[in-house]
């Protein structure tokens, strides 16, 4: 079935660090893809989205670039703030448009300490 | 400004003790969905409607059942719950074809 794998934190850097944190993704279609930003006592919140092969989803600072050679969905940022510590979830959505089982798929999270 | 919203943020309940959680979304979204997402780990869809089509997750507890009476509205309903059913629940709604979903600011229960 479909499954996404992003790596396992938490994931810690120093305020400006570049952040990268990888998610891969496994889907029998063409997914639609997400990254989501938790933060702590809240809900989720989407944070970019990419729908086909080679666009570039980008939001407050952070991209990541849907990749369907490698299956893969990384999400970046070139300098990190205190402000951006949270958990961030990888997921996918791989059902065709009008599809009424449209669901969305999470990977395990990766939560990120900025320090100052 | 158009919003999903989840009644209360937090919910303290008795063991055994039935509870209901709500949701409401003035985006008039045809797809609403509930996820049990536990303490550092992934949201678990548990159902989600299609209009008024229930679609219930294989592996989701019978205890768990929900209502959803009209467009705006979805009910999750624990009717036993259990020390383990303790987490964050959270509402999302989709417009199916637009790839796009919203998500609530979530319940956190405690079971006592």
């Known amino acids: 079935g479909d499954s996404v794998t992003q790596m396992e934190g938490p994931v810690t850097l120093s305020e400006e660090a570049f952040l990268t944190i990888n998610c891969t993704y496994t889907?029998?279609?063409?997914?639609?893809l997400f990254w989501y930003v938790q933060y702590p006592g809240e809900g989720l919140q989407l944070l970019l989205k990419?729908?086909?092969?080679?666009d570039k989803g980008s939001n407050k600072g952070f991209e990541a670039t849907y990749r369907k050679e490698t299956t893969s969905f990384h999400l970046e940022k070139g300098s990190v703030q205190v402000s951006d510590s949270a958990v961030y979830f990888c997921?996918?959505?791989?059902?065709?448009?009008?599809?009424?089982?449209?669901?969305?798929?999470f990977g395990k999270g990766t939560r990120l300490h900025i320090l100052p | 400004d158009a919003m999903v919203i989840q009644n209360p943020r937090y919910q303290v309940t008795q063991f055994g003790k039935p509870v209901t959680l709500s949701c409401s979304q003035t985006?008039?979204?045809?797809?609403m969905y509930w996820y049990q997402q536990k303490s550092s780990q992934a949201p678990k869809l548990l159902f989600h409607?299609?209009?008024?089509?229930?679609?219930n997750e294989a592996d989701t507890p019978d205890n768990f059942q929900s209502r959803r009476p009209n467009t705006s509205f979805c009910f999750l309903d624990i009717r036993s719950p259990g020390l383990g059913d303790a987490a964050m629940y959270l509402c999302?709604?989709?417009?199916?074809?637009?790839?796009?979903?919203?998500f609530g600011s979530g319940t956190r229960l405690t079971v006592v």
């Open positions: 999302a709604t989709s417009r199916v074809g637009t790839g796009g979903y919203t």
């Open positions: 990419a729908t086909k092969a080679d």
């Open positions: 997921a996918l959505s791989d059902r065709p448009r009008g599809n009424r089982d449209d669901k969305i798929i």
């Open positions: 889907a029998t279609g063409y997914p639609s």
């Open positions: 409607y299609y209009d008024k089509d229930f679609n």
């Open positions: 985006l008039n979204h045809n797809v």
